[in-house]
């Protein structure tokens, strides 16, 4: 067992309001400058809808990701021998229009126009060339258009839905949408670092955080193409790509990255889990239907004295692993199993889960009035208007019942609390939707703490990033200090 | 013929200076600025038109500049290969048809740079220097190999020699001061390339991705050293 510690996340949808809080904190520190405006490390997307870049998800179009070939895992998009020729022209290479053209205002226009009949207008003009431009697309262009048939239409989760489902979705004054923030996943088989030609992407070891070395990036491409999540960004005024770093220097000095911090739904939770790193490529090549649970099993049980004693021997940090046995996302994850990972089918592994979102309306109506009740007391789950079938895309790989499985324990949590709180719902019927939820009372508790009154402290578990240590990759600090002094790396010499 | 002091400048001094300035000004530019290190694509503001240019440009000049190298390190061999003349025909046509190749590339990316403005906007001065370098080079190749033919075999016997009294520091201009001047020209602009190419994107060239072709898929960098795991 080779033991690593991950930095791992959960995104409740169910309280996402897509307020794009996330998106601007994370854009005002990191992607203001030129040749990053296009880029959104963290964005907010409307589903069903085709996000951003327009259609992401459709992998025949951009080919990201790995596949199983002859049971050997593969990029979808390169190879070595490919990048070899295909290194002067990325044949999966998305482009400008693919996201959209950032433009600004030409506010000056409004102080130095000179006198005329009419009120003057800052007109929108390129932030790539300074000329007027008309706008075509942005960044969140079809925010809140869940049912409108130009963008919602062309989700690619919605192919594997029935006419009458589709139909459903978008039916008019019953619209239904909900929101899907997106960072980096910091994949524990990333696509973007096996394809990198230059070895410039890479995972730090003690926290997971997938980075680019900026220094050794030589704009090549291949991670742009390679990442099925189009989180790879290439710069296109420095010539080098970039990604969201997880805000590592902020985690460093124990701070939640900036999006986690300012997010006002509180949706966010940021933990360590332990996985079996000797184990990637085994789980990665599982068939489709076994991922979700291949990957469950790399994640390992912090309090089992045999993990903890592995991790030890690995070495990771003592307080790395007390810092796992809190995570809210070994919670959520593992002991609750009500966070999934977004398109495992992609085969990255991404250590970003998200619980699944509830349909707005839970009633059914019976002759004009509303009625919470029925003999199963699921039928909902399953007659959402958000069809299983969407959300299993998403985020089951395709499999319905993982899905079934988060969202019926979320009622049963919600009316167990209703039936404590409230009182309009019996304590029997909602004590027997536990059970059937395959979930135990005290269960429910703790899923209704971590979701609805956590704390700040409860949300962030950030373990210590131990810079300290990083002292180990130079020479022992005092092996010159009787010649020259603290901290020399080398003996004094006269000269040269 | 007495070698004139031109001459002496253009295939003595030069060489010898721009070799410096090449090995000096690319290892100093990769120690001190590695950042600017980068092929600065512009795939990203412009697709197709990038397909057409760049991919015959690149696979012409490759093919030219490996057969430059070949000749230069086996004339022998190549003189060999070339007694058959459908030999030397063969390789006559994929030279000529290969720098054809860059140029039609060459025209078609600096076309693509003038028309689209996203594009305009990335490409500065050095780059258009670069660009009319290029292209008067592989104009002047090709020019040679249609004037002046059998290059692959008067390249062997003549230019070869040449270079390599350079290389052992002991030159001599009698090897090529009987050339026509568009071969001369021809050398000259190479050593010029060769003098500002530290200074310019061409250093792409030199940090093309080898080590990927043999390492693992996955690269993880540890703070500490990694402890082995039995």
Same mark, same amino acid.
């Given at each position: %067992?080779n033991?690593r510690?991950?930095?791992?996340?959960?995104?409740?949808?169910?309280? $996402?309001?897509? $307020?794009?809080?996330?998106?601007?904190?994370?854009?005002?520190?990191?992607?203001?400058?030129?040749?990053?405006e296009y880029?959104?490390?963290n964005?907010?997307?409307?589903?069903?809808?085709?996000?951003?870049?327009t259609?992401?998800?459709?992998?025949e179009?951009?080919?990201?990701?790995?596949e199983v070939?002859?049971g050997?895992?593969q990029?979808?998009s390169?190879?070595?021998?490919?990048?070899?020729?295909?290194?002067?022209?990325?044949?999966s290479?998305?482009?400008?229009?693919?996201y &959209?053209?950032?433009?600004t205002y030409?506010?000056?226009?409004?102080?130095n126009?000179?006198e005329g009949?009419?009120?003057?207008?800052?007109?929108?003009?390129?932030m790539?060339t300074?000329?007027?431009? *008309?706008?075509?697309?942005?960044?969140?262009?079809?925010d809140?258009l869940? @049912?409108?048939?130009? &963008?919602?239409?062309?989700?690619?989760?919605?192919?594997?839905?029935?006419?009458?489902?589709?139909?459903?979705?978008s039916?008019?004054?019953?619209?239904?949408?909900?929101y899907?923030?997106?960072?980096? *996943?910091?994949c524990?088989n990333?696509? $973007?670092?096996?394809?990198c030609?230059?070895?410039?992407?890479?995972?730090?070891?003690?926290?997971?955080i997938?980075?680019?070395?900026?220094?050794r990036?030589?704009?090549w491409?291949?991670?742009v193409?390679?990442?099925p999540?189009?989180?790879m960004?290439y710069?296109w005024n420095?010539?080098?790509?970039?990604?969201c770093?997880? $805000?590592?220097?902020?985690?460093?000095t124990?701070?939640?990255?900036a999006?986690?911090?300012?997010c006002?739904?509180?949706i966010?939770?940021?933990?360590?889990l332990?996985?079996?790193?000797?184990?990637?490529e085994?789980?990665?090549?599982?068939p489709k239907?076994?991922?979700?649970?291949?990957?469950?099993s790399?994640?390992?049980?912090?309090?089992?004295?045999?993990?903890?004693a592995?991790?030890?021997?690995?070495?990771?940090?003592?307080?790395?692993?007390?810092?796992?046995?809190?995570s809210p996302?070994?919670?959520?994850?593992?002991t609750?199993?009500?966070?999934?990972?977004?398109?495992?089918?992609?085969?990255?592994?991404?250590?970003?889960?998200?619980?699944?979102?509830?349909?707005?309306v839970?009633?059914?109506?019976?002759?004009?009035?509303?009625?919470?009740?029925?003999?199963n007391?699921?039928?909902?789950? /399953?007659?959402?208007?958000?069809?299983?079938?969407?959300?299993a895309s998403?985020?089951?790989?395709?499999?319905?019942?993982?899905?079934?499985?988060?969202?019926?324990k979320q009622?049963?949590?919600?009316?167990?609390?209703?039936? %404590?709180?409230v @009182?309009?719902?019996?304590m029997?019927?909602?004590e027997?939707m536990l059970?059937?939820? /395959?979930?135990?009372?005290d269960?429910?508790?703790?899923?209704y703490?971590?979701t609805?009154?956590c704390?700040?402290d409860?949300?962030?578990?950030?373990p210590?990033?131990h810079r300290?240590e990083?002292i180990?990759m %130079?020479?022992?600090?005092?092996t010159?200090?009787?010649?020259v002094?603290?901290?020399?790396m080398?003996?004094?010499?006269?000269?040269? | 013929m007495p070698?004139?002091?031109?001459?002496q400048?253009?295939?003595?001094?030069?060489?010898?200076?721009?070799?410096?300035?090449?090995?000096?000004g690319?290892?100093?530019?990769?120690?001190?600025?590695?950042?600017t290190?980068?092929?600065l694509s512009?795939?990203?503001?412009?697709?197709?038109?990038?397909?057409?240019?760049?991919?015959?440009?690149?696979?012409?000049?490759?093919?030219?500049l490996?057969?430059?190298?070949v000749?230069?390190?086996?004339?022998?061999?190549?003189?060999?290969?070339?007694?058959q003349?459908?030999r030397l025909y063969?390789l006559?046509?994929?030279?000529?048809?290969?720098?054809?190749?860059?140029?039609?590339?060459l025209?078609?990316?600096i076309v693509?740079?003038?028309?689209?403005?996203?594009?305009?906007?990335?490409?500065?001065?050095?780059?258009?220097?670069?660009?009319?370098?290029?292209?008067?080079?592989?104009l002047?190749?090709v020019?040679?190999?249609?004037?002046?033919?059998?290059g692959?075999?008067?390249?062997?016997?003549a230019i070869?020699?040449?270079?390599?009294?350079?290389?052992?520091?002991?030159?001599?201009?009698?090897?090529?001061?009987?050339? +026509?001047i568009?071969?001369k020209?021809?050398?000259?602009?190479?050593?010029?390339?060769?003098?500002?190419?530290?200074f310019?994107r061409l250093?792409?060239?030199?940090?093309?991705?080898?080590p990927?072709?043999?390492?693992r +898929?996955?690269?993880?960098?540890?703070?500490r050293?990694?402890?082995?795991?039995?």
């Open positions: %067992m033991v510690s991950q930095v791992s996340m959960v995104f409740h949808l169910d309280k $996402c309001i897509g $307020c794009h809080t996330c998106s601007i904190a994370c854009k005002n520190i990191w992607t203001d400058r030129r040749g990053t880029m959104w490390w964005n907010v997307e409307t589903k069903p809808g085709t996000g951003f870049p259609a992401w998800e459709d992998q179009k951009y080919n990201g990701g790995w070939e002859d050997k895992l990029l979808k390169t190879s070595k021998a490919k990048t070899v020729f295909n290194i002067y022209h990325n044949p290479m998305p482009t400008m229009d693919d &959209y053209e950032p433009w030409d506010y000056q226009h409004l102080f126009a000179p009949p009419d009120q003057p207008t800052a007109k929108p003009i390129s790539v300074g000329e007027l431009i *008309n706008i075509e697309a942005g960044p969140n262009w079809d809140d869940g @049912g409108s048939p130009i &963008y919602a239409e062309n989700d690619p989760n919605l192919a594997s839905l029935s006419p009458e489902q589709r139909a459903q979705l039916a008019v004054e019953r619209l239904v949408l909900f899907f923030p997106r960072i980096c *996943n910091h524990l990333p696509s $973007c670092v096996a394809s030609p230059s070895g410039a992407l890479y995972k730090r070891g003690e926290d997971g997938v980075l680019v070395d900026q220094k990036c030589r704009g491409r291949m991670c193409a390679a990442c999540y189009k989180k960004f710069n420095t010539g080098k790509s970039e990604k770093i997880l $805000c590592f220097p902020r985690l460093e124990g701070q939640a990255p999006c986690f911090h300012s006002v739904g509180r966010r939770y940021l933990g360590v332990l996985y079996d790193a000797d184990r990637i085994e789980v990665a090549s599982l239907e076994k991922l979700i649970e291949g990957q469950r790399l994640i390992l049980d912090p309090n089992d004295p045999e993990v903890v592995a991790a030890r021997q690995s070495d990771v940090h003592d307080s790395v692993v007390d810092a796992a046995q809190r996302v070994y919670q959520f994850v593992k609750w199993k009500i966070a999934l990972p977004p398109h495992l089918e992609f085969r990255t592994m991404p250590m970003l889960f998200y619980v699944p979102p509830m349909s707005p839970m009633s059914s109506q019976e002759n004009g009035t509303i009625s919470h009740v029925s003999d007391l699921f039928h909902d789950i /399953d007659e959402s208007r958000i069809p299983m079938k969407f959300l998403l985020f089951g790989a395709g499999d319905e019942s993982f899905v079934r499985y988060a969202l019926r009622k049963a949590v919600r009316w167990y609390r209703r039936a %404590m709180t @009182g309009d719902v019996d029997p019927t909602a027997r059970r059937e939820a /395959d979930c135990s009372p269960e429910a508790e703790a899923i703490r971590l609805a009154l704390t700040f409860e949300r962030f578990v950030i210590p990033m300290e990083a180990q %130079m020479e022992d600090p005092l010159h200090k009787q010649d002094g603290f901290g020399f080398s003996g004094p010499h006269r000269g040269m | 070698i004139t002091f031109m001459q400048f253009h295939f003595v001094v030069l060489p010898y200076l721009v070799m410096l300035i090449f090995f000096l690319t290892i100093f530019r990769y120690r001190k600025a590695p950042y290190y980068s092929s512009s795939q990203f503001l412009e697709n197709e038109r990038h397909f057409w240019g760049l991919v015959p440009f690149h696979y012409g000049i490759v093919t030219v490996a057969g430059h190298v000749a230069f390190l086996l004339p022998r061999q190549i003189l060999a290969w070339n007694s003349p459908l063969i006559e046509i994929t030279a000529l048809v290969a720098g054809l190749l860059a140029i039609v590339g025209v078609g990316s693509r740079r003038l028309t689209f403005s996203k594009v305009r906007t990335v490409t500065n001065t050095f780059d258009w220097i670069v660009l009319s370098l290029l292209l008067f080079q592989l002047s190749g020019y040679v190999a249609v004037f002046h033919p059998w692959s075999a008067w390249f062997s016997a070869s020699p040449y270079l390599w009294s350079l290389v052992r520091f002991n030159p001599d201009l009698n090897y090529i001061a009987m050339l +026509p568009g071969v020209v021809h050398i000259i602009m190479a050593y010029v390339i060769i003098g500002i190419a530290p310019t250093v792409h060239i030199l940090v093309v991705p080898n990927y072709l043999w390492r +898929p996955q690269v993880v960098r540890w703070y050293a990694p402890k082995e795991v039995a």
